[in-house]
């Protein structure tokens, strides 16, 4: 029983290391795209040490508002993650910018290798997140200068719910946190998931469900 007990921990801890970036062994590692004079670490080769400069930990921009306007939900997102911010590779996390035209909406949607911490910066959110089963749903009402966070793998959204345009920033714990909006997941995945599977599984017709699937 023991060893059963000391094995189930052992799992238990591992499982639980595993569901976060890995601490680094360096000081930093720059990603690069090249594999020349370079060492793979966690999904990036590293840069040779002896060729990093202060602006492979630089990035500007996010003081420019995002355009809501090309967005049919009026919201938009500008992820700063190891993609866009070479020097973040290996360190665990990102940055992101979201605007929001009035009555704007970033949809429900997961991160599956992030917890996310919201700060708003302007206007009014109203802001969620459901457990997993038998979700519960958290939501609140935000304004200038409150903190939300959502737990990472968590189904959440923000919802601007003024008159004016909103904005928050929000910081999470990966470098690449990953994104998977449901609607556009379900309904819109390539291959389409088959009519029956959604239409039994949202106890639809299956006419809404192809309705749906068109829309994305």
């Not at 040490?49 to 202060?54: E, H, R």
């Not at 966070?149 to 990966?174: D, E, K, M, W, Y």
């Not at 690449?176 to 556009?184: D, E, H, K, S, V």
Request: hydrophobic share 45%; glycine share 6%.
């Amino acid at each position: 029983m023991t060893k059963f007990v000391i094995v189930a921990i052992l799992a238990l801890a591992a499982s639980l290391v595993s569901a976060y970036d890995p601490s680094p062994l360096q000081d930093f590692c720059v990603a690069v795209n090249y594999t020349d004079s370079a060492v793979f670490v966690n999904g990036k080769f590293c840069k040779d040490v002896a060729t990093v400069t202060a602006n492979d930990f630089f990035f500007s921009g996010l003081n420019i508002p995002g355009n809501t306007a090309a967005s049919k939900l009026g919201s938009s997102v500008n992820l700063v993650n190891v993609d866009k911010l070479v020097g973040l590779n290996t360190l665990g996390i990102s940055l992101a910018r979201l605007d929001f035209a009035s009555y704007g909406l970033n949809p429900p949607h997961i991160h599956p290798r992030g917890t996310e911490l919201l700060v708003v910066m302007e206007g009014t959110l109203l802001v969620g997140f459901v457990t997993s089963n038998p979700n519960k749903l958290f939501t609140k009402v935000l304004n200038k200068g409150d903190v939300f966070v959502f737990p990472v793998g968590l189904i959440h959204f923000q919802f601007n719910i003024g008159q004016t345009n909103a904005v928050a920033f929000a910081s999470l714990n990966s470098q690449n946190p990953g994104l998977i909006t449901i609607a556009n997941a379900i309904f819109g995945s390539n291959p389409p998931i088959n009519l029956d599977v959604l239409a039994k599984a949202f106890q639809l017709d299956k006419n809404v469900v192809d309705y749906l699937q068109k829309q994305f």
